[in-house]
C-alpha cells in the first residue's frame, strides 16, 4: 500500500530542494564567471538565499533546527547534490588550458564507480570565499570538530593521507541525514562493515518480562531518562554539567534475560536496538578495533536507537600493568573506548555475566548498573506455567512448583527445556506433558554446563 504522508513528505522536498539547488547553482554560476577575472569578490550574502521561514519541509525544519547560514547551506547542499543531481556539478570538470589538468581551486575527486566530480572542502571554499583569503580562513571552521555537522555527525571531510591538504577530502553526509532530507524517514542500517549491528525485535511486551522486583525497580530510571532527557538536559540546564547520553551495564548470569530485557525495553520506548557484533569490531591489528567501533558510533549518533553490546567485557576489559609494548596499546584501546562511550549522545547498554571484569573507570561512568540474577522459586515457577501452551495437560504426577522448587535454572534454560519437553509431545501426537520428558530436558540442559540432575 502506498503511503500518502511519505509521498507528500518527498514533495515537500523537491519543492524546496528545487529552489535550494537552483540558488546553488546561481553562485557557481557566479564564481564561474568571474573566476581569475581580478573583479573584487561577491559576497556571498550578495546572493540571497531562499527564504524558508514559511517552508514546513523536512529540508526546512533541518536548516530551522540548527539556525544555519547561508554558507552552511552551500556546504550541506554540495555534498547533497551529488547524490540528487550531480549533473549540475559536471561544470566543474572542465581544465586548465594552461596546465592541461584540472583546475585546482576547484577541488573535487572522482569515484571508482561514479564518472562525475565528487566535491570536497575546498570545492566549498570556492564558492563561499572565491580568492578572498579573509573568508576563506573565517569559515574554514565549518570543518572543525567543534562545529555542529562533527558534533551531530551530520558532515565530515574524508580523511587524507599524510601531508595531504586537509581540504582535499571529501565531504561526506551521513546517510541517515541522505535520507531526512530527501525523503524525510529514515531508513534502518542494514549489517555492514560499517555498521557490525543487528536490528533486535520481539514480540514480547513488558509485562512477560519474569524479572525480580528489584531489577524492574532499577530499569524504570533507564525508562524515566528517554521520557525526560530533554527536560533534564535543556529546560532545566543540567547539559552544562552532565555527560550526552546514558550508559547502562546489565550483568548476571547468561539466560537472566539482558538481551530479551534490552529488546523489549527500546520496543517500550519506540527505539531500535542494534546488537553490536563484537566479531566484526574486535581487530588484532593496532587502531583498527578503533576505527571499527568509530564507525559504529558516529552511525548510531543520528539514529535514536538504543546500541548493545552483549558479552561487553570481552571488549571494555580491566586495563592491565604494562609488561609489553601489546598491554601498552591494549590500555590506550580502553582508554579510547572509555572516551568514546561518553562522548556518544545516546543510549548504550552494555552486558556482561560478570560486573567485575570491567575497568573501574567504566564503572563510575555508568549511570545504571542493574543487576539480573538467577530466578528465585516464584520466578521459575512463573516462567514454567507462562510459557507451556493452555491446551496442553500435565501428566498426574508432575508439579511445576515442585519442579521450580528443586532446580535452579535460568529463564533461558528453561526455554531450552520447553522447547525439547514440547517436541517431544508432538513426536508422541500426545496432549500430556509428561514427568519423564520434563526430567531428560532439563538433565540434558545440566549436562551441557557439566553438571548433574
Known sequence: MVDQQLIAQIKANAVTLDT????????????????????????????PAPRLEADESMYANFVHHYGMSPPERVVILLALAVHIRPQMLDVFLQSNELLNRAYTEFGGLQGKTHSGFIPTAETALFLIAADDLQIRLEYQQLFNRDHFFAQHNILKLESVDKGEPLNSGQLVLADEIIDFLTTGELRKPDFSRDFPARLLSTEMEWQDLV???????QLKELQAWVDHEQTLMQE????????????????????????????VLGKHVDKDVYRIDLSSVVSKYIGETEKNLERIFDRAENMNCILFFDEADSLFSKRTNISSSHD???NQEVSYLLQRIE?????????????????????????????FPMPNPQERYRLWKEVLPEPL???ENLSLQEIADA??????????????????TLQKESSVITRNDVFNGIRRELQKEGKTL
Open 211 to 217: 524479572l525480580s522486583a528489584e531489577t524492574i525497580e
Open 407 to 424: 532446580y535452579q535454572l535460568t529463564g533461558g534454560t528453561i526455554l531450552n527445556v520447553i522447547r525439547y519437553v514440547l517436541l517431544m
Open 343 to 371: 562522548d556518544f549522545s545516546g543510549i548504550v547498554v552494555l552486558a556482561s555475566n560478570f560486573k567485575g571484569n570491567f575497568d573501574l573507570a567504566f564503572s563510575r561512568r555508568f549511570q545504571a548498573i542493574v543487576h
Open 20 to 47: 535550494e539547488l537552483a540558488w546553488l547553482q546561481s553562485i557557481m554560476e557566479e564564481r564561474l564567471e568571474n573566476h581569475n577575472s581580478g573583479k573584487p569578490v561577491l559576497s556571498i550574502n550578495k546572493l
Open 328 to 330: 601498552r596499546y591494549a
Open 236 to 263: 532545566w540546564g543540567l547539559g552544562k554539567r552532565l555527560r550526552p547520553g546514558y550508559k547502562c551495564l546489565f550483568y548476571g548470569p547468561s539466560g537472566t534475560g539482558k538481551t530479551i530485557t534490552a529488546t
Open 393 to 395: 495437560k500435565l501428566e
